[in-house]
């Protein structure tokens, strides 16, 4: 065969995309869009609904409280896979396509958030607000992305739901109040938005080089 036939071949355009698509379903890429559209709709749909609840004070949660928390579990679901062979190869650079994989997620998510999250219908309603949505998507994928580093795909959702939980039964006071009271903040508070940017950034800065579990792995080995 001659070069200029090698150097076509190897330029060929599906050359290119098969390893990213390889990885796309090997981290469940397709199913994890689908459901934050799903998601995106059913907040749209019931985002203005409200329960009641509270053991330490009664409150008041719209839907549109929950929605950010499942979208963010989805997200963690979305880590799974050992694909550590394409970077080995040279195919393509795994952290920059876990990079890739969680804004293609993260964006329509945060989009659908912000266009899409209908008014609470009571004005004392905890999280309230199409900003205040954005804010825990944010921070609770933070949450998620770094259980995944220590905890694996499997057990990423714990720590993030029992944080919203902890906002929604047991209120913004009391003892250990303040690891979980920007989660059900007014969207106009700026300590409770930087602390989701920061647990946000803190969770991509791991996830993509490490990966799932990568993180424990190193530090097992040390």
């Not at 379903?25 to 995106?40: E, F, N, T």
């Not at 985002?47 to 949660?61: C, F, L, M, N, W």
């Not at 905890?126 to 992305?145: K, M, P």
């Not at 989660?183 to 950034?201: K, M, R």
């Amino acid at each position: 065969m001659r070069p200029c036939s090698v150097r076509l071949h190897a330029e060929h355009p599906l050359n290119t995309i098969k390893p990213w698509l390889t990885f796309g379903r090997a981290y469940r890429g397709v199913p994890s869009l689908a459901g934050i559209l799903a998601l995106v709709v059913l907040n749209a749909l019931v985002g203005a609904r409200e329960v009641q609840s509270g053991i330490t004070e009664p409150v008041t949660i719209p839907f549109a409280l929950l929605i950010p928390v499942v979208m963010a579990c989805v997200i963690g679901f979305s880590s799974y896979g050992e694909v550590g062979y394409l970077d080995r190869t040279g195919t393509v650079r795994v952290p920059v396509a876990r990079l890739l994989l969680l804004l293609t997620l993260l964006l329509p998510a945060a989009v659908g958030l912000l266009l899409l999250t209908p008014a609470a219908a009571s004005p004392e309603a905890l999280g309230q607000g199409e900003w205040a949505a954005l804010r825990n998507l944010l921070g609770l994928t933070g949450v998620v992305t770094l259980s995944v580093c220590f905890l694996g795909q499997g057990g990423s959702w714990v720590p993030a739901t029992v944080l919203t939980g902890a906002a929604l039964f047991l209120g913004r006071h009391g003892a250990g109040a303040g690891a979980w009271s920007w989660i059900s903040a007014p969207q106009g508070d700026s300590g409770a938005f930087l602390v989701a940017v920061a647990l946000f950034l803190c969770g991509l800065a791991l996830l993509v080089p490490y990966g799932e579990r990568g993180l424990s792995r190193r530090l097992l080995r040390s």
